[in-house]
Nanobody, 121 residues
Framework: QLQLVESGGGLVQPGGSLRLSCSASKFTLDFYDIGWFRQAPGKEREGVSWLSVVSGGAYYAESVKGRFAISRDNTKNMVYLQMNTLKPEDTAVYHC??????????????WGQGSQVTVSS
């Protein structure tokens, strides 16, 4: 059964906004780093943003700094990604993931099926 389910993707014009949501079931997000990864056709998977369970701090890829914001609601066992000023190069399938994340090592324990985000006029 699915343990991470994303929603909120879609088609948006350049400059627009979308909010992705990720709902976790059968496990508690409190004990994991939780974040978002994306993969575009022909490109490698990219870590977009995550929240550290140890420090509480947030990581953002350089390409999204100042435009995206990650947040979590532990009472609802959910994590969100607010995406503003979207660009065509943000087009990708966005996956929610839980595990242990750092800029040098990614260990994924749970992985969502993904939500398509398309930025096009």
């Amino acid at each position: 059964q699915l343990q991470l389910v994303e929603s909120g993707g879609g088609l948006v014009q350049p400059g627009g906004s979308l909010r992705l949501s990720c709902s976790a079931s059968k496990f508690t997000l409190d004990f994991y780093d939780i974040g978002w990864f994306r993969q575009a056709p022909g490109k490698e998977r990219e870590g977009v943003s995550w929240l550290s369970v140890v420090s509480g701090g947030a990581y953002y890829a350089e390409s999204v700094k100042g435009r995206f914001a990650i947040s979590r609601d532990n009472t609802k066992n959910m994590v969100y990604l607010q995406m503003n000023t979207l660009k065509p190069e943000d087009t990708a399938v966005y996956h929610c993931a839980a595990g242990e994340f750092s800029e040098t090592a990614i260990k994924i324990t749970y992985w969502g099926q993904g939500s398509q985000v398309t930025v096009s006029s």
